[in-house]
């Protein structure tokens, strides 16, 4: 008899191996459910910080029933406001410096969207603007009278976001749908989390008030740079608010246009780094208030190139009693108004203003 050992069969040796493969997929098994679980964290704990960065105000609670009717198209109005909110140190640092109380609505725009979501209008309504402030309720729950000739951009600091919208509805008879506000702050850190802004310069800028300083032609701007660009009064124009209106929208467009062209989807560490900025700015509607509402409301947007958005000054004309207050130009503001009502084309006689700013 040979003292070799025998080796065992091809089958004795698959029956040997079978337990050493189980054991490595039952481990392989463990391993990928704790990185999917783990992931499956990580989204949810990413969602909902950005989800809870969100501010939400219940217009609709707000306001009652005694407003302007939809549009009768599948159109949409958003009231979008640039508040100049001094609260917080890195407000009031961006503000200018200064004790300055409260906050004003330091840019508005009532964006209209038509029928089919492939373009948009962008309204700007001047901050000295004169309008007849209805009766709204503070804050505090406090009414306040209505009240003749104030300027538009104290409303928001009496009386808060939804009389604002109550106001607009008021002057305009355009029922506005979402509310969307951001602060100081939040436009700076926006700006810097895309990278910046590419603009081009119309002219020389130098404001001593605020101190940007500009030549003409394309300039990236950081997020400081952007927020004193969209707010300089003493570099352009006659010092107005007018003046820099032009501005406003051109820097709007610029900045939609930068944040469609990045790759958003494909650099999701950018992606998240400025939703974050984005949400942490952010004021809404209820209707808005979740990231889900606004990620569908974006969607739904993304037909809208930002190169072909159109940007409109309301018609105003020089307030006869005070040269520095200007008011509503009829009848060209009559018609603007009247075209977003009925989600059809605005007049070219509708988009001259009177009063241009220098």
Same mark, same amino acid.
């Given at each position: 008899?040979?003292?070799? %050992? ?14 050493? =493969? ?5 481990? $392989? ?13 990580? +989204? !949810? ?103 003749? @000739? ?5 409303? !928001? ?9 109550? $106001?607009?509805? =008021? ?36 404001? =001593? ?20 660009? %969209?707010? $300089? @009064? ?60 606004? +990620? ?14 159109? $940007? ?25 108004? =009247?075209?977003? @009502? ?17």
């Amino acid at each position: 008899m040979s003292n070799d %050992v025998m080796s065992p069969g091809p089958r004795a040796s698959r029956r040997a191996a079978k337990p050493r =493969k189980r054991r490595g997929l039952k481990i $392989t098994l463990i391993v990928l459910l704790v990185l999917l679980l783990a992931a499956g964290g990580t +989204a !949810y704990w990413l969602y909902s910080r950005l989800d809870g960065n969100i501010t939400g105000v219940d217009i609709n609670k707000a306001l009652g029933e005694d407003r302007p009717e939809k549009l009768p198209t599948s159109g949409q109005n958003l009231l979008v406001l640039g508040s100049d909110s001094r609260a917080g140190a890195e407000n009031e640092e961006l503000g200018g410096g200064g004790k300055v109380g409260g906050a004003r609505s330091d840019t508005a725009l009532v964006v209209h969207i038509p029928e089919g979501r492939s373009k948009a209008v962008a309204v700007s309504i001047p901050r000295d603007t004169l309008v007849t402030r209805p009766e709204c309720a503070t804050g505090g729950g406090a009414d306040l009278p209505a009240k003749e @000739r104030v300027m538009f951009n104290s409303v !928001y600091a009496q009386a808060g976001p939804a009389c604002v919208v109550k $106001t607009v509805e =008021k002057m305009s008879g355009v029922r506005i749908d979402h509310y969307l506000e951001i602060d100081f702050a939040g436009f700076k850190d926006l700006v810097d989390a895309i990278g910046g802004v590419t603009v081009d310069v119309p002219q020389d800028i130098n404001d =001593k008030a605020s101190g940007l300083n500009l030549t003409a032609g394309p300039q990236k701007l950081d997020g400081t740079e952007s927020l004193a660009y %969209v707010r $300089t @009064r003493h570099g352009i124009g006659d010092g107005s608010d007018l003046g820099r209106i032009g501005l406003q929208q051109q820097f709007l467009i610029a900045l939609l246009s930068e944040v469609k062209s990045q790759d958003l989807l494909g650099s999701p560490a950018s992606s998240y780094k400025i939703a974050n900025s984005a949400t942490k700015a952010l004021t809404t509607d209820s209707g808005l208030a979740s990231l889900t509402s606004l +990620a569908e409301f974006a969607r739904s947007m993304n037909g809208v190139d930002p190169a072909s958005m159109e $940007t409109i000054m309301l018609p105003v004309a020089y307030d006869r009693i005070d040269p520095n207050r200007v008011v509503a130009a009829e009848p060209q503001a009559g018609q603007l108004w =009247k075209a977003i @009502r009925e989600d059809t084309t605005i007049p070219e006689e509708a988009k001259k203003s009177p009063a241009t700013g220098g």
